[in-house]
């Protein structure tokens, strides 16, 4: 019996010292592990690495996020709420109409040393466009009715009469410009008297176009698109549609106490207007063919031109007051006779149908026209 505990004993010995060893083993295996981690610091780096580029990357996901919040911020205070539009111009740029035609009663006219234009004209109605997208609209026109480009220019230079024009164009983003058909046409409708009448002829008128069409080419490109483009403005040129495209004097009603008499004078104006007019639609052409070549920055040619001469004769009337279809003449008080000669051509001129301005639909038209090219959406034609 005490052997056998002795024996017990010995094997409880050497169980537990076998344990000791082997759990001391391990200890130092994991041990040794260790070291040698640390005596490999790529595999230590390693491993803080890891634990870093995660944290780095969560600190730039933080800082992107803030970036893209700062953005969406930076966006929404670069939002542009202010808009300003210049327009310069002769009586087409002002909305001239006159009475008799569908916009006379709504035309006020008014003059303040820098206005001449109404709540009709296309550049208001541009602006009224451009309401719908920004915060403010400011519009200031300079257009006046009759003026050429050498009026323009003038009004270019005149600071006392302008001193607000140098900074309106300064801080312009957009500016409208109609300009050029008083150097030509304003001449065949102010000389068409004197035509009609033989008191100047055919030679003489075709030289005050030559003049008309060389003071364009000069003044536009020497003088008005320099000054216009001088600030970050967009100018947005337009060419000079033909307002007699469809006018034909055979149309007009010719009434007289002589039928003959009313004959003879309807087929002599009509020869005589025909003639006149084609010379001025060719100087004209001129004038727009010249607007079309011109390369230059930030100036964009609206062609109301081609467009116009592109609409059939109905739509072209609702657009334009000339409508030779509605006019009447007593041929007694513009034609002499006894003397087979044109005295006074007020009847035909001041017809309100021989108005060569657009309607308040044809100025709808322009704006579009304009709008199209700046790629805003047109209004509604009524």
């Known amino acids: 019996m005490n052997s056998k505990r002795k024996f017990f004993n010995v094997f409880l010995v050497l169980f537990v010292a076998f344990f000791v060893l082997m759990a001391g083993g391990c200890f130092n295996k994991d041990k040794s592990n260790q070291l040698s981690n640390d005596e490999n610091p790529e595999i230590h780096a390693g491993d803080n690495n890891d634990n870093n580029n995660q944290s780095q990357d969560d600190k730039n996901d933080d800082q992107n996020q803030t970036n893209d919040n700062n953005g969406d911020n930076?966006?929404?205070?670069?939002?542009?709420?202010?808009?300003?539009?210049?327009?310069?111009?002769?009586?087409?740029?002002?909305?001239?109409?006159?009475?008799?035609?569908?916009m006379y009663d709504a035309y006020i006219s008014y003059d303040n040393d820098e206005t001449d234009i109404n709540s009709m004209c296309y550049t208001n109605l541009i602006a009224n466009k451009l309401a719908e997208s920004y915060e403010t609209v400011?519009?200031?026109?300079?257009?006046?009715?009759?003026?050429?480009t050498a009026d323009l220019m003038d009004k270019i230079e005149?600071?006392?009469?302008?001193?607000?024009?140098?900074?309106?164009?300064?801080?312009?983003?957009?500016?409208?410009?109609?300009?050029?058909?008083?150097?030509?046409?304003?001449?065949?409708?102010?000389?068409?008297?004197?035509?009609?009448?033989?008191?100047?002829?055919?030679?003489?008128?075709?030289?005050?176009?030559?003049?008309?069409?060389?003071?364009?080419?000069?003044?536009?490109?020497?003088?008005?698109?320099?000054?216009?483009?001088?600030?970050?403005?967009?100018?947005?040129?337009?060419?000079?549609?033909?307002?007699?495209?469809?006018?034909?004097?055979?149309?007009?009603q010719f009434t007289?106490?002589?039928?003959?008499?009313?004959?003879?004078?309807?087929?002599?104006?009509?020869?005589?207007?025909?003639?006149?007019?084609?010379?001025?639609?060719?100087?004209?052409?001129?004038?727009?063919?010249?607007?079309?070549?011109?390369?230059?920055e930030n100036v964009i040619v609206v062609d109301v031109?081609?467009?116009?001469?592109?609409?059939?004769?109905?739509?072209?009337?609702?657009?334009?007051?000339?409508?030779?279809?509605?006019?009447?003449?007593?041929?007694?008080?513009?034609?002499?006779?006894n003397t087979f000669t044109i005295k006074n051509t007020s009847a035909l001129q001041n017809n309100p149908y021989f108005d060569p301005h657009p309607t308040s639909l044809g100025q709808r038209y322009i704006a579009n026209l304009f709008l199209d090219s700046m790629g805003i959406a047109v209004i509604t034609l009524e």
Do not use: W
């Not at 400011?138 to 050429?148: E, I, R």
């Not at 004078?265 to 207007?273: D, E, K, R």
């Open 74 to 102: 930076n966006n929404d205070q670069n939002i542009k709420t202010t808009i300003s539009i210049v327009g310069f111009g002769d009586s087409i740029s002002a909305g001239y109409a006159v009475s008799g035609s569908d």
């Open 138 to 148: 400011n519009v200031k026109s300079y257009a006046k009715s009759g003026d050429t």
């Open 158 to 252: 005149d600071k006392t009469t302008y001193p607000n024009l140098d900074s309106d164009v300064l801080n312009a983003d957009i500016i409208t410009l109609c300009i050029g058909a008083n150097n030509v046409l304003g001449v065949a409708l102010n000389y068409l008297p004197s035509y009609l009448s033989g008191e100047i002829s055919k030679a003489e008128i075709e030289e005050l176009f030559k003049q008309g069409v060389a003071t364009f080419k000069n003044d536009y490109s020497n003088k008005i698109i320099p000054y216009l483009t001088s600030g970050e403005a967009n100018v947005y040129v337009m060419t000079i549609y033909d307002p007699y495209l469809y006018f034909d004097v055979s149309e007009i």
């Open 256 to 296: 007289s106490s002589n039928p003959y008499v009313a004959s003879f004078a309807q087929a002599f104006i009509s020869t005589q207007f025909t003639e006149l007019k084609n010379m001025a639609i060719s100087y004209l052409n001129e004038i727009n063919e010249y607007i079309l070549i011109q390369n230059i």
């Open 305 to 337: 031109n081609d467009s116009f001469s592109k609409l059939t004769k109905e739509t072209h009337r609702t657009y334009i007051n000339a409508d030779s279809s509605k006019i009447q003449i007593d041929v007694d008080e513009i034609f002499d006779s």
